[in-house]
């Protein structure tokens, strides 16, 4: 299945899927990092700034994309950053229209989804050197899989932190929150749970698969 | 202590509002290159000089941009003036000092996307910080990253001997081991009272 | 990136002036994306910070039904209508018989992490400041944040004094935070515990804008009691 990177890759299902689960941006490359453990105290900021990030992820994509045979080499990272940073201004504009709780809340975070990596290695590993239907799925997948991990850490942190879920009380008044979890410290430790479970669940996985295989050889 | 005094702007950056452990800014290279001692105390180094000249750069061109009422245009200067401020420190370093370039040489490009360099201009424009009061925030910034990258460091030197579960081992660790260091650090919030 | 052009990038080596034009071209695209942008959603962030303000106006004086944005400062008090609402530093609340019923302000103060920008409402009949409210805080969740939930702070702000001296020219006792537990007169704000940072911000804020209103206020009291009927 090796094939020459270089080339433009066909349109298929995995174009989409790529970002979800097998090159998630956040649980398997470790990218972008700032805004999943700074936005992500409560579901609804964590929602909000995936949402923001798939914007300028789809946009930027789909103009590196038309642009690809337009824009030189020698100063390609320079135009892309350009591009990146001009949609998200129009991103923090938007939010700030929307809504200015969730743009108070957000703070400069928004801002600084430009220097987020994920954005520029794809507009550098793939839009730059795929047709713009592709560069449109892919980033889209990259996306939703973004904001699915920002979601996975938004929902623990605000249930356990505030006993709530969307702002919506979950257990009484009762219930005495762990702050700890909407605290910095609690934002690493979600997330090194979040790895550690993926990694048991992926190794279990590869030993049934390992053993089906022996299974298999035996017969 | 007074929030608007030089001392504590610098201790808040350094180490009550630690810009890795509480901001979670530049955690890429945090995680990337806190494997050795002597490599995080290098990259700290070149962020401290970089924090520096950028911070200078993005007070100026705020000043310039608040001037003509172009805010708008805040965010793509800054990333361009920070890309380039970059490229130049490095050219600089190499012409006048290439003892200074052999050390921090390989580790000045990857400060280009290092988002703490961004969220240093852009916190000091959002929190109104005059010119010293922004040199103060850089120092305390880059000295509060250097702080974190070299216990970070120490603290993995120690690990590689330590015998753990291997679905546990790398990142889901290192995260572990930051949180407990992001713990530790929230002691010092009472240092602002 | 490898030196070897992969089958779709363009020439290798175009000269300097191509470099320059593809990064013009990028940039203007750029600009004036931006600037639509910034020119369509002004007037609803306008709109927005309006409603906030209003919204926070009735929280602070609660007797108000209708507001008047004012600016006041060393020139005198004008009344703002229109497009020049934004630049209001004083709303008038008046009840419903058209009695001045408060006097709101902004305060702003660096706290804990960030600015904190606060409202309060202050009644010339009482010599208090009677209400607060938090606009804008990035302060810690669960701990900086107590100050807009915490019902034995926000208490301090039912009456607190702010009385000017004899000749209304400053004021008689400066609005100062105290630590937690240690108020002992009106015009002390007791503090909480685990949020020291910020209940001294809010102190602050409000101590540096009384000094530089109140005495203005003072000034221009009659001509904002009349204003309604007019």
């Not at chain 2, 000045?108 to 959002?126: D, K, M, R, V």
Request: proline letters at 4%.
């Amino acid at each position: 299945m090796v094939r020459d990177p270089r080339l433009p890759e066909p349109l298929n299902w995995g174009t989409f899927t790529q970002g979800l689960w097998r090159d998630n941006p956040v649980f398997v490359m470790l990218l972008g990092l700032c805004p999943v453990l700074a936005v992500t105290n409560t579901a609804m900021n964590a929602l909000a700034m995936g949402i923001a990030t798939t914007f300028v992820l789809l946009s930027s994509g789909v103009l590196v994309s038309l642009l690809r045979k337009l824009i030189p080499k020698q100063v390609r990272i320079a135009s892309y950053i350009i591009i990146i940073a001009t949609f998200v201004t129009i991103a923090d504009y938007a939010i700030m229209a929307i809504s200015l709780d969730l743009y108070n809340a957000l703070g400069a975070f928004i801002q600084l989804i430009v220097a987020n990596c994920i954005i520029l290695g794809r507009a550098e590993a793939y839009a730059s050197k795929n047709q713009v239907v592709n560069a449109f799925v892919n980033g889209l997948g990259m996306g939703l899989g973004f904001t699915f991990a920002l979601l996975c850490l938004g929902v623990v942190r605000e249930i356990l932190g505030s006993g709530t879920l969307f702002g919506l009380s979950l257990f009484g008044a009762d219930f005495q929150p762990w702050a700890i979890f909407v605290l910095p410290p609690g934002g690493f430790f979600v997330l090194a749970f979040w790895l550690f479970l993926f990694a048991v669940v992926r190794k279990h996985r590869s030993h049934s698969r390992i053993q089906e295989q022996e299974i298999a050889d035996a017969a | 202590m007074q929030p608007d005094s030089l001392t504590f702007i610098f201790l808040n950056a350094f180490i009550i509002n630690n810009f890795v452990l509480a901001m979670f800014l530049g955690l890429c290279p945090f995680l990337g290159v806190s494997g050795k001692i002597k490599t995080a105390w290098n990259m700290g180094l070149a962020v401290i000089f970089v924090m520096l000249v950028s911070s200078n750069c993005a007070y100026f061109i705020n000043k310039l941009l608040v001037r003509y009422e172009l805010e708008f245009l805040r965010l793509i200067c800054y990333i361009a003036v920070i890309a380039s401020a970059v490229q130049l420190v490095e050219m600089a370093v190499k012409r006048f000092s290439p003892a200074l370039f052999r050390t921090l040489g390989i580790f000045l490009p990857l400060i280009t996307t290092n988002c703490a360099i961004l969220g240093l201009a852009l916190f000091q424009t959002n929190r109104n910080y005059n010119f010293t009061q922004s040199l103060a925030f850089s120092i305390g910034a880059g000295a509060g990253f250097t702080l974190a990258l070299i216990l970070m460091a120490g603290l993995r030197e120690k690990l590689e001997l330590a015998d753990v579960p291997d679905v546990s081992m790398g990142a889901a660790l290192s995260l572990t081991l930051a949180g407990l260091l992001s713990l530790a650090f929230m002691g010092f919030a009472g240092l602002g009272g | 990136m490898s030196d070897e052009t992969s089958p779709l990038s363009t020439p290798a080596n175009p000269g300097p002036a191509s470099l320059i034009l593809t990064l013009g071209i990028i940039a203007m695209m750029s600009g004036l994306l931006v600037v639509t942008t910034y020119q369509v959603t002004k007037p609803i962030i306008a709109a927005n910070r309006q409603e906030a303000l209003e919204k926070a106006v009735f929280s602070v004086l609660p007797e108000a039904t209708s507001k008047v944005n004012f600016r006041l400062d060393e020139e005198g008090l004008r009344r703002l209508e229109g497009d020049e609402m934004g630049q209001a530093n004083l709303f008038a609340g008046y009840d419903e018989t058209g009695e001045l019923a408060g006097i709101a302000l902004e305060g702003a103060a660096r706290g804990y992490q960030d600015v904190v920008r606060i409202l309060y409402g202050y009644s010339p009949e009482s010599e208090c400041v009677i209400g607060m409210t938090v606009m804008e805080s990035t302060e810690t969740p669960g701990l900086g944040d107590k100050v807009e939930t915490d019902p034995d702070f926000l208490a301090n702000f039912e009456c607190l004094e702010a009385r000017l001296n004899e000749a209304g020219t400053a004021m008689r006792n400066e609005i100062v935070t105290v630590k937690s537990g240690e108020k002992t007169e009106p015009w002390q704000i007791d503090g909480i515990s685990g949020a020291t940072v910020t209940s001294q911000a809010i102190g602050t804020a409000i101590r540096r804008s009384s000094r530089e209103m109140l005495p203005l206020i003072e000034k221009n009291k009659e001509s904002l009691k009349r204003t309604i009927d007019e």
